[in-house]
């Protein structure tokens, strides 16, 4: 018999024990190893049984035991200085304050003097903050909580905004012939660490949204907090929904297209109106910059348009302007005050709506009144040769509503220049304006609470974030102590999930007694743990069975692998690989040495970063954006051995670990590309990793090891920081977007516009007529290093002004092909007034300052103070062939 309804009866607290609740609501206990340690004290059984769970814990607690407490001096001593502890980290100034402070403060206006944004919107589909909140289903949620977390470590004035899914993402289990099976249990949120966003009278706040059919779809508003930064979530299971419409947040990434689309809308329109629902109930600044985090959220720039095309009686005085614009003018104002990122290195990762479908959602029988359908529809359009015209692309969308953008890694940023290159015809990809930020991790959230204190004992007057512990002064035998405790508590905990996995997958107790045997805490141990696209190659360890068995199974040297990861619920390609995995690894000949674990997870991964040796990353380059798993390994003074794809590209270096060989085999073959790569794998496990490892000194330590360890920890550690990247997204996207933000009024909003309108429409005309090098300077007048060029180049405006455009040579070093390498832009100015024909001659020098194959050509670009970039417009005007004198030159 089943209940009809369900609900929690909460424990009332004794009046000592109520700073628990506190504790338990605010997420830093997540990353506060001493908060955890307090919470546990309270009841250790009772914590285990709750997954680590406070709200839980507090939810089961007897009453005779919370009686107990509250009469234990010492155990309310320790309660007093946690709570006292959290009050300081709240109200406390912190990096951001004390940067801000140095420029006038940050007041949410144009006039205080401030640098920095007075608020941030930060957007995204999932939140990886802690497992007791499971709203995530890889790299991006987690990387979103990491961003969360150290944005309130450094007093970054974030406000998350994202959907509440009721069902989560899944939870994995295997069959017994290995086969992946998903289970979505039910989120009660009543039970997770969440409050109702309310109105003052003490009903739930509500967000609304039209919907085709006269429809409305509802949602109510949770509230997370992530230390200092408040995290909403959005839940369409509400009563004045009907059904279809209450099934709106039920799955993370689950449903068909229309699915998607109503949760990516009610993720950007919707969320956007949470966020104003809750600055006004909270009296929290508005934002001045938005954070889309990957095209899932684009949508949140068409509200915005939206606020500001409505009458000055229903636009949002305060947040943006009270005063109506125009579309265009909008456009630029929402623009100017965006920040995107984008997470895939492949058109295949980017969610793309059939247009049509699109188009019912919008206009007279939708969302977004006063927006024509047709803009909208504009904005997703893939115009650029090779795109589909009958397809909304939301990574088109969120880049277009958008004036900075960014990848996140610098090998991730290159790829996406070049995968987006279409929308800036006219520009190399080296010059489309998408930047990078190299991902990175929270480091209390992920390094040991062993390896942290061991940090701690060294260097006392660290800080969690702003500065890591220093291991340069650690002792060798202290580090590999810690490493072979974290080793052993990950050996202990691979035998108790693959235990209760077998059982699950039919076996009885009677059958498990070899999993007493399973890995050796002295054993050389690799960790390989993400989703399982296939291009991450979950199965590249496999190539050749023998050969890795005799890696497993070598008598001197052997090697112990952990394995987790789940396949998407649709891709039964993904599901084929987990199977082909867990075969081997059930095969009683190597299974005490290589392990498959079902529901991989953040409770999973906080013990095994830290207690492999090795982190395994093998992925097809350069299809992996960043792939921060490496990272989190490496802060537990784990060594990578990875393809040079992602941030292991751009930060490897010997000290730190290995890099894989890739193959480029000339050809479509990928067999022998797998085949090639997997033998370089087994040839560096085999020749260098395995040998270092147990390469002994007098004393039985590893001393080689240690010391990649210790650099590890000491070099790479710092770089890796989610403060770092926190630092880099506000030091060189949110505060330029802030200023941006803030220079657009209506009236800029509207001049900016309709420059922009006049230009596009002007550009036909622009032209680069004439191209000449009137003579050489320098040793004896010839091309050699050290001489000058001076260009004259004549230009045709049309109704166009110097004011309106930039003129450039563009100089470099010269490929086989003719294309310029590695090329620099310099400006030239005009030298008089146009002459008859309406023609501008504009000069320079081209200074030779290096020597080979150079040359040089001529561009026109639109300029105006306002735009962020020369390739904002995408117009560029370009010498013909028979422009001019030819354009390379050779230097000796």
């Given at each position: ?131 007791a909140l499971p709203q995530y ?307 209390p959230t992920w390094t040991a ?165 090795v982190w395994l990353n093998n ?274």
């Amino acid at each position: 018999m089943k209940a009809i309804r369900r609900f929690t009866v909460r424990p009332v607290l004794p009046e000592p024990l109520q700073p628990l609740s506190d504790l338990a609501r605010n997420l830093r206990w997540s990353w506060h190893t001493e908060t955890r340690e307090l919470f546990e004290a309270v009841d250790p059984a009772g914590w285990r049984a709750a997954g680590a769970d406070p709200v839980r814990l507090l939810g089961g607690v007897s009453a005779a035991r919370l009686t107990e407490l509250a009469a234990d001096r010492a155990f309310l001593d320790r309660l007093t200085a946690a709570a006292a502890d959290l009050d300081t980290y709240l109200r406390g100034a912190r990096w951001y304050q004390e940067r801000d402070g140095d420029t006038g403060g940050a007041d949410g206006g144009a006039s205080g003097g401030a640098e920095l944004p007075a608020a941030i919107g930060y957007f995204s589909p999932e939140f990886g903050v802690t497992a007791a909140l499971p709203q995530y289903s890889g790299g991006l949620g987690i990387l979103a909580g990491d961003h969360l977390k150290a944005a309130s470590d450094l007093g970054v004035p974030l406000i998350g905004v994202g959907l509440l899914y009721r069902h989560g993402y899944f939870r994995q289990s295997l069959s017994r012939d290995g086969w992946q099976q998903e289970q979505y249990p039910v989120l009660d949120p009543n039970e997770l660490p969440l409050t109702l966003l309310r109105e003052p009278d003490g009903t739930a706040a509500r967000v609304t949204l039209a919907l085709p059919g006269h429809r409305t779809l509802h949602a109510c508003v949770w509230q997370a907090h992530v230390g200092r930064v408040p995290l909403l979530l959005l839940d369409s299971d509400v009563e004045e929904n009907g059904p279809g419409e209450r099934d709106v947040t039920d799955r993370l990434y689950g449903g068909g297209s229309e699915h998607r689309l109503l949760q990516e809308m009610l993720l950007g329109i919707g969320g956007v109106r949470a966020l104003r629902t809750y600055c006004r109930l909270t009296g929290h600044p508005a934002p001045e910059v938005f954070h889309t985090n990957e095209g899932h959220a684009g949508f949140l720039g068409l509200e915005r348009i939206r606020e500001l095309v409505s009458t000055p009686a229903d636009a949002l005085s305060g947040t943006e302007s009270g005063t109506a614009m125009g579309f265009e003018a909008a456009l630029e104002a929402v623009r100017a005050g965006t920040v995107f990122t984008t997470h895939t290195p492949v058109p295949a990762g980017i969610d793309r709506f059939d247009r049509d479908l699109v188009a019912r959602h919008f206009g007279d029988d939708g969302e977004l009144p006063g927006v024509p359908a047709e803009r909208v529809l504009g904005l997703g359009r893939e115009s650029y040769p090779g795109g589909e015209p009958h397809l909304f692309n939301m990574a088109v969308m969120g880049l277009r509503l958008a004036q900075r953008a960014n990848g996140v890694s610098t090998l991730h940023g290159a790829v996406s220049r070049k995968m987006f290159a279409g929308l800036w015809p006219g520009f190399d990809p080296e010059e489309v304006p998408i930047v990078s930020v190299t991902n990175g991790v929270h480091a209390p959230t992920w390094t040991a609470p062993e390896m942290a204190r061991l940090g701690a004992r060294q260097d006392p007057g660290a800080r969690d974030v702003a500065d890591p512990p220093d291991f340069a002064a650690t002792p060798a035998a202290a580090l590999w102590d810690v490493r072979r405790a974290l080793r052993a508590q990950l050996v202990s905990e691979v035998r108790g999930r693959l235990h209760a996995s077998w059982r699950l997958r039919g076996a009885e107790d009677a059958e498990l007694g070899w999993i007493d045997g399973v890995l050796d805490p002295d054993v050389l141990t690799i960790g390989f743990a993400r989703r399982v696209p296939s291009y991450k190659r979950l199965t590249l360890m496999l190539r050749d069975r023998d050969r890795l068995t005799e890696l497993l199974l070598h008598p001197e040297r052997p090697v112990q692998i952990v394995v987790a990861g789940k396949a998407h619920p649709a891709d039964d390609g993904g599901k084929r690989l987990v199977r082909e995995l867990v075969r081997f690894s059930d095969d009683p000949r190597v299974r005490h040495r290589i392990v498959f674990l079902p529901d991989y997870g953040m409770g999973m991964a906080q013990k095994l970063y830290p207690g492999c040796d090795v982190w395994l990353n093998n992925p097809l380059r350069p299809l992996e954006a960043c792939g921060t798993s490496g990272m989190k390994a490496a802060l537990n003074g784990c060594l990578n051995l990875s393809v040079l794809d992602g941030w292991w590209d751009e930060w490897f270096e010997p000290d730190f670990g290995w890099a894989i060989p890739t193959a480029d085999t000339g050809t479509a073959d990928e067999n022998r590309r797998d085949d090639l790569e997997a033998n370089a794998l087994y040839e560096l496990i085999e020749d260098r990793v395995a040998p270092r490892f147990y390469d002994r000194g007098a004393d039985g330590l590893p001393d080689r090891w240690i010391e990649m360890v210790r650099r590890t920890l000491v070099t790479l550690g710092p770089k890796v920081l989610a403060g770092r990247m926190v630092r880099e997204y506000v030091e060189r996207l949110y505060a330029p977007a802030a200023r941006a933000h803030r220079s657009l009024d209506p009236g800029r909003a509207a001049e900016l516009a309709a420059w922009k309108y006049r230009t596009r429409t002007l550009w036909p005309y622009v032209s680069v007529d004439h191209v000449e090098a009137v003579a050489a300077t320098g040793a004896g007048g010839s091309t050699e290093l050290g001489s000058t060029l001076t260009l004259r180049v004549g230009v045709g405006l049309g109704e166009l002004r110097p004011d309106d455009v930039e003129v450039q040579a563009v100089a470099g070093r010269v490929g086989s092909d003719d294309a310029l390498v590695d090329a620099r832009p310099f400006p030239l100015k005009p030298a008089g007034g146009p002459d008859l024909e309406g023609r501008w001659v504009y000069e320079g020098p081209l200074a030779l300052d290096r020597t080979g194959p150079y040359g040089y050509t001529v561009r026109v670009l639109p300029a105006h103070p306002l735009l962020a970039t020369s390739a904002d417009l995408g117009l560029v005007a370009l010498p013909t062939e028979a422009t001019g004198e030819g354009a390379g030159v050779l230097l000796r």
